[in-house]
């Protein structure tokens, strides 16, 4: 019995600091959007060093051909 003036505290302050946490987490954003990094892993990143070498490629093409 004297357990239980213990443990009964205890375990509602537990219970008080997950609700807490719970709504801290909901105002701060953290459940905002749930779909989009799911999805987003199966989309590749685009690589800056793959777009500047296409334009490269793009201003040698044009320096090669002749003007008519």
């Known amino acids: 019995m004297p357990a ?3 443990l009964i505290p205890v ?3 537990l219970v008080a600091f997950a609700i807490w946490l ?4 909901v105002d ?3 459940y905002d959007d ?3 990094p799911a999805h987003s892993i199966l989309f590749d990143d685009e690589d ?3 777009k ?3 334009e490269q490629a793009k201003e040698s093409s044009k320096q090669d051909k002749p003007d008519a």
């Open 11 to 13: 375990a509602i302050a």
């Open 22 to 25: 719970f709504f801290w987490a």
């Open 34 to 36: 749930l779909d989009s």
């Open 4 to 6: 239980l003036y213990i």
């Open 52 to 54: 500047a070498g296409v």
């Open 48 to 50: 800056p060093l793959h």
């Open 28 to 30: 701060s954003g953290q």
